[in-house]
Structures are given as C-alpha cells and as structure tokens.
C-alpha cells in the first residue's frame, strides 16, 4: 500500500497568505511524501491573497480540492469540520498554515501505520529526546495540544468523539477529543522516533477570536486560556492520576510555564465569568498551586486587583516566562 494509499490530509487555514504558500511548497516539494496523498483546504473564508493561492494548487495538483466554509466559523470550529473529513484513508492529518516540516523521520511514521497504530504523535517540541518519557501520555497529552502533531487512525473519530469535539470548540482543544477517548479504552499513541511537524513563525494575529466581532463573542470563548482549556479536556480522562499529571505537565512545564499560567488565571479570569474556569483549573491543579490561586480569587474580587492588573505587569511576566521556557526547552532536547 502506497504513502497515497494509507493517509489522507486536510489543511486548514485562515487570512495567512505568506505562511500558508510556504507550507503549500514545503508540502509539494520534491523531498515530501505526502506530494501525492489527497489534500483538502479547508478555507475559513479568507478574505486575503489566501483564496487565490489555494486556486492555483488546485489546478496544478488534482490531489488538492479547495473547500470554502460559508461563514468564519472560528478556528476550532475549522478544526472540528476538518475532523469530520476523515474516512477517505485509513489515516487523516490535519494541517495548520504557518508550520514547519522535516520529513526525514517519516519512514518510522509510514511504518506505524502499516502496523496499524491507532493514534501517532508526529511532534516532540515538548516531549524528551529520548527514553520512556516519549510514551509517557501526560506528555504525549501535551504535545498533542499542537494539532499537526496528531495523525488519526482507524475507530479514532467516532460519532462520540465528534460530538465531544465540537461541544468543547470553547475550550480549544477539541481535535484531542478522540485521544481522551483513546486512551480511556486503553489504547496507547505511538510516538515518531523524530518530530515531523514544528511550529513556525507566527507572523500576525495568533487569537481564537480572529475575524470575529471580538467584543461580541460570548463571554466564556473570550476568556478562555490555555490552561483552562486544557483542564476542561483532562477532566474527562478516567484515569484521574493520568488527568493529573497532564495538567501539571502542561502548565508548570516548558509549554507554559507556573508565571504564565498563573499571570492568565489572574489577569484574565476575573469576575462572574470566569467563576466556572476556576473552578476547572482549581480540580486539576495541585495542592501547592491552590494555596496560591485561593488568595489571587480574592485579590481579584477587590479593588487591589486593578492596580495590579497593569497591562504593562503582565506583559513583563509573559517576555519573564517566554524567556524561561525558552531555556526549559533547550534542556529538554539535550
């Protein structure tokens, strides 16, 4: 069976004009496998040169279908759409516009699918160089937040898990629906012995709420977080220490940071909305972390709070906790 044969890809995108053609060449460049493999562009109804780029790979390529949404639906409602796309190979990868590849890990990825992995994590950003810990899946959990890192195999997108995927578009991170349920069936990921796909570059608005009117967007969308998000996501593992330690993974570890998660829950989840959002974070994190975000509910319920919420303050403890992280994933790969 062909690379053509065992995989499909669908490659959404969204007003990135620049990012998304050097994807398309990286993806149609004489070195990629996935050159031949059927390619949908799943167009979030861009309104920039995007359209037009899609065009031309189209008629160049008749592997490449150009789809367009009605409506801008959202990028993680473009991302439970492209979910839905599977079905045509035995294996599906949803890809962003702005990435980075390097192919020379993908033999091990191709021989995975043709021993029939369920699920395959095809990046290591934030998993170790080497060891048991690239199997460990609190961290395979935490890599897999990055959506290209996840290619789909067989029984994993179900009608249940399309469902859970598009009732958690407010929490971000709907495309790990169906690993959640992987791993609740105790199913294992295979992990690629070299990362595939990277992030690259983001060279304009990274937002959730991109294109949207964003003073109009409910409330619980608006104020969503990385962290939150994902705590909504890890709430739903059976295995509540597994839950756990992919919450801590993710949030005190090189993707985020303790001062990043911290200054988000302060600056961001305050008032009456973001009651429900505390709560989820405050189930999942450990006790230490308790006794600090109690008395920062407190601190926000007062007028203390807004001379502390400068965003001056938090945009100095973002570049702090960039800077760590940036250190923290060097040693990480070393």
């Not at 961290?139 to 290619?151: A, D, E, W």
Request: include cysteine; charged fraction near 20%.
């Amino acid at each position: 069976m062909s690379t053509e044969d065992l995989i499909d890809i669908t490659l959404i995108t969204y007003n990135r004009a620049p990012q998304f053609e050097k994807t398309l060449e990286m993806l149609f460049a004489p070195d990629s496998p996935v050159r031949n493999c059927l390619l949908t562009i799943l167009d979030n109804r861009s309104d920039d040169a995007t359209p037009q780029i899609a065009r031309r790979y189209a008629a160049a390529h008749p592997n490449v279908t150009h789809k367009v949404n009605n409506f801008n639906v959202g990028g993680n409602a473009n991302i439970a759409k492209a979910m839905e796309m599977y079905g045509a190979r035995p294996y599906h990868w949803i890809l962003c516009d702005d990435d980075m590849y390097d192919w020379s890990g993908w033999p091990d990825v191709e021989e995975a699918m043709r021993r029939g992995e369920k699920l395959i994590c095809a990046g290591d950003r934030y998993l170790p160089s080497g060891g048991d810990g690239r199997a460990d899946p609190a961290l395979q959990l935490q890599q897999m937040t990055f959506l290209p890192s996840i290619i789909y195999g067989p029984g994993t997108i179900t009608d249940t898990a399309m469902r859970n995927a598009y009732e958690s578009t407010f929490a971000l991170f709907q495309h790990l629906a169906p690993v959640v349920a992987h791993l609740n069936r105790g199913g294992a990921i295979y992990t690629a012995k070299r990362g595939i796909v990277r992030p690259g570059e983001y060279g304009n608005d990274i937002s959730y709420t991109r294109g949207c009117a964003k003073e109009e967007v409910f409330a619980r969308s608006r104020t969503m977080t990385l962290a939150v998000g994902f705590a909504n996501l890890t709430l739903n593992l059976k295995d509540r220490r597994l839950s756990k330690r992919a919450f801590r993974a993710l949030v005190f570890g090189p993707q985020m940071g303790a001062l990043g998660f911290f200054g988000e829950i302060f600056f961001r989840l305050r008032g009456r909305d973001g009651a429900s959002a505390f709560r989820d974070v405050m189930n999942q994190a450990p006790l230490w972390a308790k006794s600090i975000l109690l008395p920062l509910r407190l601190v926000q319920n007062s007028p203390l709070y807004h001379l502390l919420a400068s965003k001056w303050l938090y945009a100095k403890a973002r570049q702090l906790t960039d800077w760590m992280n940036t250190r923290a994933r060097k040693r990480l790969k070393t």
